[in-house]
């Protein structure tokens, strides 16, 4: 999942950028609104955290417009203002959460699970496929009942490979939903995670693989129906 934090603090950022890293999220930080547009005008984000006041505008209004455009993204805002009539517009203009400052980065991260996972775009909270089992919201892989310890990218890869089972997926829009701005990645960085992932669901001997298709991308498919086609 790509989540876009939208705060002007910069320590602020780099430890809840950190602390979602090590929960398997992908984190966009941008420090000003016309940054943050900019940002959704080129990538998807499942969730949106929004502090309140930015250095070239309201995080208020900049909602509204947003959810007057359409974009119904969770939302959860962050305020050092925190009287009543003021959680109240937060509300009122769209937002799904609000967190008063300054922020327990533990209590972030959980409502955050819970914000997305009562998320109507969550129809299907655990994913099956063969015998893997995927949990979008723990982040978490099973094959056979037995959890997997897989790293962070490589769970991101497994879950766009799911979303798209059976049919081929584009390295690019693997890479472009894996990575945020200003992630460091060599060029081989998804054949090797792709590498990996082949390695756990062998050793763990799972009914399903990944087959490449050159020159295009990746597909994710069923050993058996491959066997039988």
């Given at each position: ?24 999220f992908?984190v966009?930080?941008?420090r000003?609104?016309d ?40 939302t ?6 925190n ?12 937002a ?11 209590e ?10 009562r998320?109507?775009q969550?129809?299907?909270p ?23 310890r897989?790293?962070r990218?490589?769970v ?10 059976g049919?081929?997926?584009?390295r690019t ?17 998804l ?6 992932l082949?390695?756990?669901l062998?050793?763990a001997?799972?009914?399903?693989r ?12 069923l ?5 039988a086609?």
């Amino acid at each position: 999942m790509r989540i876009l934090l939208v705060d002007h603090h910069a320590d602020f950022g780099r430890a809840v950028k950190e602390a979602l890293l090590n929960c398997g999220f992908a984190v966009d930080v941008t420090r000003t609104l016309d940054e943050a547009s900019a940002a959704l005008d080129c990538a998807n984000y499942h969730m949106i955290l929004l502090e309140s006041f930015l250095p070239d505008g309201d995080g208020l209004d900049w909602l509204k417009q947003l959810r007057r455009e359409g974009r119904s993204m969770p939302t959860m805002m962050m305020s050092n203002l925190n009287d009543l009539s003021r959680r109240i517009a937060i509300f009122n203009a769209g937002a799904d959460d609000f967190l008063p400052k300054p922020v327990s980065i533990d209590e972030l991260v959980a409502r955050m699970r819970a914000i997305l996972r009562r998320s109507t775009q969550m129809t299907a909270p655990v994913v099956t496929f063969g015998n893997l089992h995927f949990d979008p919201i723990a982040r978490q892989v099973s094959v056979g009942g037995r959890v997997l310890r897989i790293a962070r990218r490589e769970v991101c890869i497994l879950e766009h490979l799911l979303n798209r089972a059976g049919r081929t997926v584009p390295r690019t829009a693997l890479e472009e939903s894996l990575y945020a701005f200003d992630d460091e990645v060599s060029t081989n960085a998804l054949e090797v995670g792709i590498y990996r992932l082949r390695a756990h669901l062998n050793q763990a001997e799972a009914t399903l693989r990944i087959k490449t298709a050159r020159g295009v991308g990746y597909t994710l498919e069923l050993i058996g129906a491959a066997s039988a086609a």
